[in-house]
Nanobody, 121 residues
Framework: HVQLVESGGGSAQAGGSLTLSCVVS????????LAWFRQIPGKEREGLAT????????YYAASVKGRFTISRDNTKNMLYLQMNSLKPEDTAVYYC???????????????WGKGTQVTVS
């Protein structure tokens, strides 16, 4: 079965950087969409970055464009989110997610990790 496990969260100073990792395993097909989301308590989950593994660009939310980068290491089944120029408002629980569609938007993700906390002060 599909499993996603995030790691790399923690604390950072404003202006600093963190890299989140996500192990993606168990999906039977070779192409799918991957994404990073975050959720602040009391607010809706926000899509941050997504791409289709079969090709095409990555898409970013306006709130993180130019600061965050989504990437993948096929050989290690790893998904990454490089976060630079962090702000206190980036404090949230961050989730990686997967869906079997080729449509690179933030809807329809059926597989989720449990999340990792990021705190920026």
């Amino acid at each position: 079965h599909v499993q996603l496990v995030e790691s790399g969260g923690g604390s950072a100073q404003a202006g600093g950087s963190l890299t989140l990792s996500c192990v993606v395993s168990g999906y039977r097909y070779s192409t799918y969409c991957l994404a990073w989301f975050r959720q602040i308590p009391g607010k809706e989950r926000e899509g941050l970055a997504t791409f289709y593994t079969g090709g095409g660009p990555a898409y970013y939310a306006a709130s993180v464009k130019g600061r965050f980068t989504i990437s993948r290491d096929n050989t290690k089944n790893m998904l990454y989110l490089q976060m630079n120029s962090l702000k206190p408002e980036d404090t949230a629980v961050y989730y990686c997610a997967q869906k079997g569609s080729y449509i690179s938007d933030y809807g329809g993700f059926g597989y989720w990790g449990k999340g990792t906390q990021v705190t920026v002060s």
